[in-house]
């Protein structure tokens, strides 16, 4: 990665901190590979510092570090511990966008596996055949995920729901559709309410008939507005104040929609 693509993955103004690749490999994992991966990320991507954990344990000592990359095998710890490893450092940042490269033996139990707990992430996510690798592919997809065509944190997925929506700036309670969701925001459709940007938002969903009975039936959530359309009664959000534990119900309605979203449009 050249001087001038770090420069637009890292925000003028903003002073840079160090960004690390996270490399969580087994010990056992293909040396071939490995010394392909090395000679790759020495020559494209040294503005990153490399890390590489040893355990899970390891690994969640880093996330106070700024993560631009995680590359992981299938065989560094339990599959299920990896994608909780991963949802974990995700939902932990979940305003930054962490980009994971899974490499694995058994694409099939990965993709089950990973569509379970991480499916709302799919498109700044991506993973390699171990069998099938070769450095050209290892390459290619590297750069796809640092630089991929969506630039969005998370992709937003269309949905119907509705809420209501207290505005901080005129105290008032109105009724919303919720026209598309992601795990970072939404895009709001009013009928009254005049939007207006950075205006700050509570919005009271009902999720009941979504999300497992455990998280309850409405979600409270915060949120300030970054988009107006013209009409005045559009507007794009961003969640605000999240905690882990709202980060991990909104990762949850993300998941049990897009569940639905293919469910309906897969048959």
């Known amino acids: 990665m050249s001087d001038s693509e770090f420069d637009q993955y890292v925000p003028a103004g903003r002073k840079k901190r160090k960004k690390y690749i996270a ?49 992981v095998d299938d065989k560094f710890a339990d599959m299920h511990n990896t994608i909780a490893m991963i949802k974990a450092v995700k939902t932990k940042k979940h305003d930054e966008r962490v980009p994971t490269l899974f490499i694995t033996t058994n694409p099939k139990e990965l993709i089950d596996i990973y569509n379970t707990d991480l499916l709302s992430y799919k498109d700044i996510d991506g993973y390699l055949d171990l069998t099938k690798i070769s450095p050209q592919l290892l390459e290619s997809k590297i750069k796809q995920l640092f630089s991929g065509k969506d630039r969005r944190r998370s992709r937003r997925y269309k949905t119907n729901l509705e809420a209501n929506v207290t505005s901080t700036r005129t105290n008032k309670t109105f009724p919303v559709a919720i026209t598309d969701i992601s795990i970072h925001g939404a895009t709001l459709e009013g009928t009254d309410h005049i939007f207006q940007e950075n205006e700050q938002l509570q919005l009271h969903i009902p999720v009941g008939r979504i999300v497992p009975p455990q998280y309850g039936d409405f979600f409270r959530l915060s949120a300030r507005i970054r988009r107006v359309e013209l009409s005045g009664i559009s507007a794009g959000i961003s969640w605000e104040h999240m905690t882990e534990a709202l980060q991990n119900k909104v990762t949850v309605l993300v998941t049990e929609l897009v569940h639905r979203y293919y469910a309906i449009n897969q048959t």
Request: glycine share 4%; hydrophobic share 40%.
């Open 23 to 71: 490399i969580c490999l087994s010990r056992n994992f293909d040396q071939g590979v490995l010394h392909s991966l090395n000679s790759l990320l020495k020559k494209d991507y040294a503005a990153f510092s490399i890390s590489k954990p040893q355990s899970v344990e390891e690994f969640t000592k880093m996330f106070h570090r700024q993560i631009g990359l995680i590359i």
